[in-house]
């Protein structure tokens, strides 16, 4: 069993930063790409930005240039620091990350169970 824990979620004005956290633990073996999605109210989930096992990332046309994934696979944790926060961000982000339990398992979708970001105008 795998399970990822998200922290950092909070209240911010509009143009200030926040850095969530997206600890996993359990029975890893190894983690492969890690990603950020986000569902503000009434719409659908959509991913923020992914990283590779490699470091190599992508981003939501949306957050480029504002929002930097990162991951210390030493700690099986990734990151999501944002910076010039705007109200249209507010949502509840949450964590993924594909598992291997074993050398030779399948690799597993796992999700975090969520932290709420809000920006205030």
């Known amino acids: 069993q795998v399970q990822l824990v998200e922290s950092g979620g909070g209240l911010v004005q509009a143009g200030g930063s926040l850095r969530l956290s997206c600890a996993a633990s359990g029975s890893i073996f190894s983690i492969y790409a890690m990603r950020w999605y986000r569902q503000a109210p009434g719409k659908q989930r959509r991913l923020v930005a992914a990283?590779?096992?490699?470091?190599?990332?992508n981003y939501a046309d949306s957050v480029k240039g504002r929002f930097t994934i990162s991951r210390d696979n030493s700690k099986n944790t990734q990151y999501l620091q944002m910076n010039s926060l705007k109200p249209e961000d507010t949502a509840v982000y949450y964590c993924n990350a594909g598992v291997a339990t074993s050398y030779d398992s399948d690799v597993n979708d796992y999700w975090g169970k969520g932290t709420l970001v809000t920006v205030s105008s």
């Open positions: 990283i590779t096992s490699g470091g190599t990332t």
